[in-house]
């Protein structure tokens, strides 16, 4: 990929991405989200540069918007698509959506905005969408139990590029091998040859470690599932809601997500909660046990009277016995109760399994002493043991659960793409259905006898960027082929006229659908708009846009140019004479071109060819106030606004004045 070849791209930062292998897989797919996750990349950089690569793909050098103003229009549709996105990928994904002069890539827009234009944008899917989002490579795993070993250094580098989450370590033999054994649960032998070796521990040779990850490093799995669980589940919700059909089981997949704790962890295993609430309690249960125990021989002591003879009172006496041996003389059935109670709380308070509980009944000792204690070194044992069997029930939990999750991770991310790809749909959709959209229709220009451009023909335009509500605005009807000036009343609405002309070119050129009834148009190579220029400009600045239009009439054919009051540059009469002059030479060429201007009259006696002039027209006063037919008249110079004024005043005075001033226009 060269990155110096896409607009925008500096050397440096050419540089700097051609070490990026994502953003490199990223621009191939053309997903923006991708993109934007690459290391180093900001959002904003990521969506140009996408954008980039996807008019290079089409041939296309991003040149169609030729102006600042022209570029302003984009950007401010692209605002009004992307207000209607619910996830961040959407909103960056509708920048990959440009105007073009690629017959191919707007057709490839058309095929998908038809489509998308069906959607229905209910509200319950557009709730759902909320949640969903780019799922996100696993992070944060690190596996401290479980080690990989190899002795080839190559093998050893590899692995640890394949598994991050795991330690590697290097082994020389056997004896190494069963070093690390001792270190950790479990040790992955890397290489063919350990297999014959008989190691003592958990010590397992897979060669093929790296074609197998979820078996070997189960958690990962679990971990992409756990951290992106939310985002899943919304997407199974739009699905849902939207009846789309979903690329695997929804209930199972919702199953399986819900045996998964935040973590990673596998929840809802009743053995499993056993074995961990065993482990948590045992030391706590020895102590209760131990307490049943003596509480129960106390009272038992309590309640027996105790009868000796003197002779063996004596001869116990004489052998410096203690109170043990009369124990177990004794009371060898209360010792033997007592001992047995504390040894049923054991297994009941952690209900223990028959193998456990013949653990746990030698914790409490068979001979008798008073008070009754346990036996710490078997207690270790038992919950050695009680460890083992829930670090396995665990493992072996994990590993299923990966293996059905691993299983989904295609699906559902096929899912997750279609549920935001369906987002971008619904913003195209719904802005269609709030501006009253239909597709344009392109048509071919120098045909049907017309000989010239074929122009573009608007019926019924409104502008969602005009500065009143979108339900405030009148339908505007215009159409243009060839040269043409546009004149008109102060604030008729000749700037808003260009604007939507531009509006409607490019959201055309993007393949997108247009706020009109109906637009026929030719596909432009490029279009040019210069907004009205703010007052007079001083000599270098008037020499420098005289050098924009020399560019302008020496450019491609088949242009749009826009120009809003051009003559606001310089003084009024050589205003007319170069408006008149850049005019002729677009004439000559395939160029339509509409010119908002004043001076209509005197740029036409100053062109050496018959311009055409468009009027929007005052159709009379009102309160003082113009009423105004938003949409130019054909072939029509329209009255000025000082105009409709004398001529109102002509009306209602006699005097004859105001009538001979009315002659003078
Ligand atoms: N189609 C329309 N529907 C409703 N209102 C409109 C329409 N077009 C223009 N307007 C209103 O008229 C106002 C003036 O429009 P605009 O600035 O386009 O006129 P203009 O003819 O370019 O004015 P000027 O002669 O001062 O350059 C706009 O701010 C807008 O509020």
New binding site residues.
């Given amino acids: 990929m060269e990155f110096e070849a896409i607009p925008g791209v500096g050397e440096k930062t050419a540089q700097s991405l051609s070490e990026l292998d994502d953003a490199e897989r990223a621009l191939a797919a053309g997903d923006v989200a991708a993109l934007a996750r690459a290391p180093g990349l900001t959002e904003g950089r990521a969506a140009a540069i996408a954008r980039g690569a996807i008019r290079r793909r089409h041939g296309d050098d991003g040149g169609f918007l030729a102006t600042d103003r022209a570029r302003e229009v984009y950007r401010d549709v692209l605002s009004l698509l992307r207000e209607r996105t619910v996830t961040t990928y959407a909103e960056k994904r509708l920048e990959t959506f440009f105007p073009t002069a690629s017959q191919s890539r707007i057709e490839e827009v058309r095929g998908f905005a038809e489509t998308a234009m069906e959607r229905d944008p209910d509200p319950t899917v557009l709730d759902a969408l909320d949640g969903v989002g780019s799922l996100e490579p696993a992070s944060g795993i690190r596996v401290r139990e479980r080690c990989l070993a190899t002795a080839d250094a190559e093998r050893y580098a590899a692995a640890k590029d394949a598994f991050p989450e795991l330690s590697v370590e290097v082994v020389e033999d056997a004896r190494g091998l069963a070093e690390l054994a001792r270190s950790y649960a479990t040790v992955v032998a890397l290489d063919e040859e350990f297999a014959g070796v008989d190691v003592e521990g958990d010590v397992r040779v897979r060669p093929d470690a790296e074609e197998h990850p979820d078996d070997i490093v189960p958690e990962r799995a679990l971990a992409f599932f756990a951290q992106n669980r939310g985002r899943i589940r919304a997407a199974a919700d739009v699905h849902e809601a939207a009846g789309m059909e979903a690329p695997c089981d929804l209930d199972s997949l919702r199953d399986a997500l819900t045996r998964l704790d935040d973590d990673g962890t596998v929840v809802g295993d009743e053995e499993l909660d056993r074995l961990t609430n065993a482990v948590d309690d045992v030391d706590a249960a020895a102590s209760t046990a131990e307490s049943v125990a003596n509480d129960h021989l106390r009272d038992a002591i309590r309640e027996r009277d105790v009868t000796i003879e003197g002779t063996d009172f004596l001869s116990l006496v004489e052998q410096g016995a203690r109170v043990d041996s009369l124990l177990s003389r004794e009371l060898e059935d209360q010792y033997a109760g007592a001992v047995a109670a504390a040894r049923d709380h054991l297994v009941e308070s952690l209900s223990l399994r028959p193998e456990e509980a013949d653990i746990a009944a030698r914790v409490f000792s068979d001979d008798p002493s008073f008070p009754v204690g346990y036996d710490e070194e078997t207690l270790s044992r038992l919950r050695t043991e009680l460890k083992a069997g829930r670090d396995r029930r665990a493992v072996r939990l994990k590993r299923e659960l990966a293996a059905d999750l691993s299983a989904l991770r295609d699906p559902v991310t096929e899912m997750v793409t279609d549920a935001l790809e369906l987002d971008v749909e619904l913003a195209v959709s719904r802005f269609a259905r709030e501006f009253d959209c239909t597709m344009p229709e392109f048509v071919d220009g120098g045909e049907g006898g017309r000989g010239g451009p074929a122009g573009f023909e608007i019926e019924a335009g ?2 969602p960027l ?3 509500p979108f339900e ?5 009807d215009y159409g243009v082929s060839g040269v043409t000036l546009l004149s ?13 002309v531009a509006l409607v070119v490019v959201l055309a050129h993007a393949g997108l659908p247009v706020p009109a009834d109906r637009v026929e148009l030719e596909r432009f190579s490029e279009l040019h708009y210069y907004a ?1 220029s703010q007052g007079t400009l001083d000599a270098g600045a008037f020499e420098s846009t005289l050098r924009d239009f020399r560019e302008l009439v020496d450019g491609e054919t088949n242009r749009l140019v826009l120009v ?2 051009l003559e606001s540059i310089t003084e009024p009469g050589a205003s007319a004479k170069i408006i008149a002059g850049i005019l002729e030479a677009l004439d000559d060429q395939s160029t339509t071109a509409v010119f ?1 201007s ?1 001076l209509a009259d005197e740029i036409r006696e100053a062109a050496g060819f018959p311009v055409a002039v468009d009027g ?1 027209e005052a159709v009379g006063l009102e309160n003082g106030e113009l009423v ?1 037919n ?1 949409s130019p008249v054909k072939n029509h110079l329209a009255r000025s606004t000082p105009e409709l004024i004398v001529e109102k005043l002509a009306g209602e005075d006699t005097s004859g004045f105001y009538d001979r001033l009315l002659e003078k226009f």
Avoid: F
């Avoid at 405030?472 to 505007?476: E, F, G, K, L």
């Fill in positions: 409104r502008s005009l500065d009143v405030a605005a009148d339908p505007v008109g009343v102060n604030s008729g609405g000749k700037t808003s006229t260009l604007d939507l009205k809003d009051e908002v004043h929007i105004v938003r």
